[in-house]
């Protein structure tokens, strides 16, 4: 059955727009999963922009689905992890200057120390993600470092600008998702996904789960966290 994670990182970007101490992430991973969440992903940059050191330990301490930490292939976070255990890791690019997470990772061109990577966090017991682009050759090298699970970029699909351009997004992603499944890898699916453009990326076969964060807490600002996570669970159904 196909779960929800939902990303909780822009509770604590409202937070730190004023450096005070609410919102709070935690209370709202809760509420999240009391709306049906089956996960709670969190982004650790290393700006400390939105979710800080304090968040990821607690949220180890108290949520009950699963944690997925996102995080850079650094040795900072890679320390972080080792020590916090969160279920898994998904690894994932990251520039200062970015607003947000602009691609997939580039699994390909750093195969030598990714491999590295992920035998440090896998032989940890936290097993990997690899957040990349519907690439046959980056989800060829993610294959390789031993990585248990990619997660397949769908920005691109979530910003076509017409319908046309939308179905050719959504094919690529079919492809990489079959391309992945044959390599014997599990698949999750996330960025720029909303309640108007996720049912068909939830209708991939083979999709595990889709990592949703904006799009939820947007919504939640208006009607709640609880609420804005069922109605995302019936848009993945297409009963929205």
Request: aromatic share 4%; proline share 3%; with cysteine.
């Amino acid at each position: 059955m196909l779960t929800l994670g939902v990303n909780i990182d822009h509770v604590a970007t409202i937070r730190q727009a004023r450096r005070t101490v609410e919102p709070d992430p935690i209370a709202a991973a809760a509420l999240a999963e009391l709306g049906g969440a089956d996960g709670i992903t969190v982004h650790l940059r290393e700006d400390r922009r939105h979710i800080q050191d304090r968040d990821v330990r607690l949220l180890r301490q108290t949520v009950r689905t699963h944690l997925n930490l996102e995080m850079a292939p650094t040795e900072e976070m890679i320390a972080i992890a080792l020590e916090i255990k969160p279920d898994y890791v998904t690894l994932v690019p990251e520039k200062r200057e970015e607003v947000t997470t602009e691609g997939g990772i580039d699994v390909k061109s750093n195969l030598e120390r990714f491999c590295g990577v992920v035998e440090r966090l896998q032989g940890g017991g936290i097993p990997v993600s690899w957040f990349i682009d519907a690439d046959a050759a980056q989800i060829e090298a993610a294959c390789s470092t031993g990585a248990k699970f990619i997660e397949l970029h769908t920005g691109e699909y979530a910003e076509a600008s017409n319908e046309e351009t939308r179905a050719h997004e959504l094919e690529v992603l079919k492809k990489g998702c079959e391309q992945a499944l044959s390599l014997g890898l599990r698949v999750n699916a996330g960025h720029g996904l909303t309640y108007w453009n996720v049912y068909p990326v939830a209708c991939l076969p083979g999709m595990e789960e889709l990592n949703i964060g904006h799009t939820i807490i947007s919504r939640a600002v208006l009607v709640g966290i609880e609420r804005a996570t069922r109605e995302m669970k019936l848009a993945m159904r297409g009963q929205l």
